[in-house]
């Protein structure tokens, strides 16, 4: 059994970061990106209105208000998409629509509901500032401006960046791919009929939300039971087909806890074989034939726990980056005793105040439960070499959300040219 800190960076060397490949931007979204890019051209490209309005020489309008309003000469119309036909001069002005090209001579734009057009005259009821409403060449992105870092995560909004530059595809990180294997005598999937002393198996389920919230993509979900056969042909199988494959149940040292004994039998190595934290002390991780094998428990509560400090830093760093959640300071809303030797990490939710430091409220919860975990705010760490934490005490909460993301190295692999998301 090694500590909390160890495991992880023993789990993290036993993966490698994926190859980057071209991803067309339509199934770019959620990934990383993976080399850096420079804008192709200019955003805006060009100087134009911010809003409907009317174009004009902002000296036109000195002094100007509702008793005296400036006169001028509507000499042009200008739609979004189109150009100007031509600059205009003191004296002159040109509707103009929002998103249209800004005319030569004019510096600024009046809104609409300052001015009043009668005729071929426009009235101007106030003093505009020059630059008024224009939007400037470049100042969102100048061409040749390096656009995103590597290792940002390409949501919504870096997708729509990248399309209003005209950029079709981009270098990223694909998909990890995950197997996930469940075991154990008492496992019925769900929609089947389970016998009193049978369990719903929600662990595979729930792996595979755990991993799809973080961009893998799950090849397959397989049960066996308790069996030496059905064992060895499943880790066999699935570890050769997918990046990483996840097993969970006969994680222990039980009669039936069959998972390591046999990973051994097959010539893996477990770099991994117990972990100084609860929930989650059988977790472990091996290499089997060069194939990442992540080891879990079976009660889904660590399960989760095991999930969430052991492969995915595993699968993100297969994207290509390292995760960094947000942590605070919070006050123990009640005492907690524990084991002084291993690290113990419990949900709980975050209560705020404007007066003090937050507050920790850690709701009762075990190795085998979940809902301790639905709307929690994020893990309270309890550290090793001490057994009781008084209420009232400052500890460390990492938050589930907001969390940032760095290239996890530098000089990485050429980008490969494919069509595919993954």
């Known amino acids: 059994m090694v500590p909390l800190e160890q495991a992880r960076a023993l789990a993290l060397d036993s ?5 980057p490949v071209q991803t067309p931007l339509a199934a770019a979204h959620g990934r990383f990106l993976a080399e850096p890019l420079r804008a192709p051209r200019s955003l805006p490209n060009f100087d134009n209105s911010a809003m409907d309005g009317y174009a004009l020489v902002s000296s036109d309008t000195l002094g100007s208000n509702r008793d005296r309003p400036a006169r001028l000469r509507l000499v042009d119309t200008i739609y979004a998409g189109a150009l100007p ?3 205009i001069r003191q004296g002159e002005v040109c509707r103009i629509f929002t998103g ?7 510096d600024c734009i009046v809104r609409q509901e ?3 057009q009668e005729g071929e005259q426009v009235l101007v009821f106030v003093e505009v500032a020059p ?3 224009i939007r400037r060449k470049g100042e969102e992105v ?3 401006d390096p656009i995103l870092p590597v290792g940002q995560m390409l949501n919504a909004y870096a997708i729509g960046l990248f399309a209003s530059l005209g950029v079709q595809s981009v270098p990223a990180w694909p998909a990890p791919t995950v197997a996930i294997l469940t075991l154990g005598d008492e496992l019925v999937p769900a929609g089947k009929s389970a016998q009193a002393h049978q369990v719903f198996d929600c662990n595979g389920p729930l792996l595979s939300a755990l991993c799809r919230d973080i961009g893998a993509s799950v090849t397959a979900v397989e049960q066996a039971r308790d069996e030496e056969g059905p064992i060895i042909d499943a880790l066999q199988r699935l570890a050769a087909q997918a990046d990483v494959l996840v097993t969970s149940g006969g994680a222990s040292a039980g009669d039936k806890d069959l998972v390591k004994r046999t990973l051994r039998a097959l010539g893996a190595d477990i770099p991994v074989d117990g972990v100084a934290m609860k929930p989650g002390k059988p977790a472990g991780v091996a290499i089997l034939h060069g194939h990442p094998v992540v080891i879990l428990p079976g009660n889904p509560g660590a399960a989760s726990v095991a999930f969430d400090q052991l492969a995915r830093p595993m699968l993100f760093k297969r994207q290509g980056v390292v995760e960094s959640r947000r942590s605070v300071l919070a006050k123990l809303a009640a005492r907690q005793h524990k084991q002084a030797g291993l690290t113990y990490l419990l949900s709980a939710r975050l ?3 404007e007066r003090s430091s937050p507050t920790a409220i850690v709701r009762p919860q075990g190795a085998g439960q979940l809902l301790q975990n639905v709307d929690a705010d994020g893990w309270i760490t309890l550290p090793r070499g001490r057994a009781d934490f008084p209420e009232g005490e400052e500890v460390w909460m990492e938050l589930f959300g907001g969390a940032t993301f760095a290239a996890a190295a530098a000089g990485l692999s050429s980008v490969h040219q ?3 998301s993954r």
């Open 15 to 19: 993966i490698d970061i994926g190859s």
């Open 85 to 87: 036909h031509r600059p």
């Open 100 to 106: 249209a090209p800004v005319p030569a001579g004019a």
């Open 114 to 116: 300052a001015a009043r």
């Open 131 to 133: 630059g008024a409403n």
């Open 142 to 144: 100048a061409e040749g």
């Open 351 to 353: 209560q705020r105040s």
């Open 418 to 420: 494919s069509g595919d």
